[in-house]
């Protein structure tokens, strides 16, 4: 009777994360085009539905809701219907779809599509090759085979993302990364800009002119066609007219050279706009969350080459370690255990909020959801950390973590030179005359 009222709580979630994912799919990512392929649409919100439900047991775990067997019979249940979607729909559809569009392969559009997806089998299988991520007995038709496939690609693509966001969120946020943009400066690259459309009009013009010119002559009637009559039209003008096609090179340069310089007026004015923005009381806010996450991101990107140098993966989730070495600093009577436990489950509840969005916001889908699993256990304390280790089976969990610390350091310093160079860049384009 239990695990009937726990499955019927958690179906009762998935149509409702099932709901969700429907309206989403309608009403934002797709509400300006007219979606008519509905297995797309079922296919996310199944994913989504499913992912989702995996986030909701981690919370369930931490507050122990539900009975235990029961939490593992849905983990077991989740897991196995999200890599089916992930390693088998998900790319035999994208694979279908590809071959459909192709007029030459439409009669046999079912076979080219299996001959795809095992080429896609093939490539992820070998994915799994140069990395130490099973334990050897695991067989070849083993769950575990196929999540620590999903999960070197989702912790790739969560350490990029990760790198990147910790690095471009202080840049964005802090207005000490402002330029200094005054009235002048865009008013010069307005007025450059308003010469060179003067100069394209002006040019346009005289073709025009030409053209009736020539057409008047009947020169245009006259004219030999095909490729040599195309090479003499571009070496030879006649008496009196000019030469369209070099015209035609100067306007099409000047066009160019307008897109570049409206581009640059609306940085200014959006970089105007952050200043104005910069000097309001949420301004001022968000000013001081980027000299926080500017802490956040020099911490992040020591303690990942900490842990990369000296080969090391933590044992305490990281709560519970801090407020240990709070609480033995400020030498305060204190339960740990207790305040970790409530603690860790706010934390992993900001995670699960930031990870739905950040799958709402790059669409990697499940991949994003299976590695946040495997990268959440961490923060959890270890009396939590039981089924879901069981669930996931014998992973080398200690290699994710430093894989991500690898990617995460590559692209944190990838983005730091890019930001730097984009930052230095950007004064002496804008001086430019």
Not at 23 to 29: I, K, N
Not at 114 to 132: A, E, I, N, V
Not at 134 to 152: F, M, N, T
Not at 267 to 296: M, P, W
Request: glycine fraction near 6%; aromatic fraction near 16%.
């Amino acid at each position: 009777m239990s695990f009937l009222i726990d499955s019927s709580i958690m179906i009762t979630s998935q149509i409702l994360f099932f709901g969700f994912g429907w309206l989403f799919f309608m009403r934002q990512l797709f509400k300006d085009y007219e979606v008519r392929q509905y297995v797309v649409q079922v296919i996310f919100s199944v994913t989504f539905a499913f992912s989702c439900t995996m986030f909701e047991l981690i919370i369930f775990e931490i507050l122990g809701v539900l009975n235990s067997s029961s939490r593992y019979f849905h983990w077991k249940m989740n897991l196995c219907v999200i890599l089916l979607i992930l390693v088998f729909m998900v790319p035999f559809y994208i694979g279908y779809f590809i071959v459909s569009n192709i007029r030459l392969l439409h009669k046999q559009r079912l076979l080219f599509s299996c001959l795809l997806w095992l080429t896609f089998m093939y490539f992820f299988w070998k994915l799994g090759d140069p990395f130490p991520i099973l334990s050897p007995k695991h067989g070849i038709l083993s769950i575990e085979q196929l999540i620590s496939r999903v999960g070197v690609i989702g912790v790739t693509l969560m350490a990029l993302l990760s790198g990147f966001g910790a690095v471009n969120c202080p840049y964005t946020y802090m207005s000490y990364f402002l330029r200094n943009v005054t009235d002048t400066d865009i008013l010069a690259l307005e007025r450059r800009l308003l010469q060179t459309m003067d100069m394209i009009i002006s040019k346009k013009k005289r073709m025009a002119m030409t053209r009736r010119t020539m057409f008047q002559k009947g020169e245009v009637h006259n004219r030999p066609s095909g490729f040599w009559g195309m090479i003499k039209s571009v070496t030879t003008s006649a008496p009196g007219s000019e030469n369209l096609t070099l015209i035609q090179q100067e306007v099409d340069a000047l066009e160019e050279l307008s897109r570049q310089l409206f581009l640059e007026t609306a940085d200014l004015y959006a970089t105007k706009e952050r200043i104005e923005y910069s000097k309001t009381f949420k301004g001022k806010y968000f000013n001081f969350l980027g000299y926080f996450f500017s802490i956040y991101c020099v911490w992040k990107i020591f303690m990942a080459t900490i842990n990369i140098v000296f080969d090391r993966v933590g044992k305490t989730d990281p709560v519970t370690r801090g407020i240990e070495i709070t609480v033995n600093y400020l030498g305060i009577q204190f339960d740990v255990k207790f305040w970790s436990q409530h603690i860790s489950f706010i934390l992993v509840g900001i995670i699960i909020v930031t990870s739905i969005r950040g799958l709402l916001i790059t669409l990697t889908k499940g991949m994003y959801f299976v590695s946040s699993v495997l990268l959440i256990r961490m923060s959890m304390p270890l009396e939590y950390r039981t089924i879901i280790t069981e669930v996931l089976g014998e992973l080398q969990f200690n290699f994710y973590h430093r894989w991500f610390d690898v990617i995460f350091l590559v692209s944190a310093l990838s983005s730091i030179l890019f930001l730097y160079l984009a930052h230095k860049q950007a004064p002496e384009k804008h001086m430019a005359p």
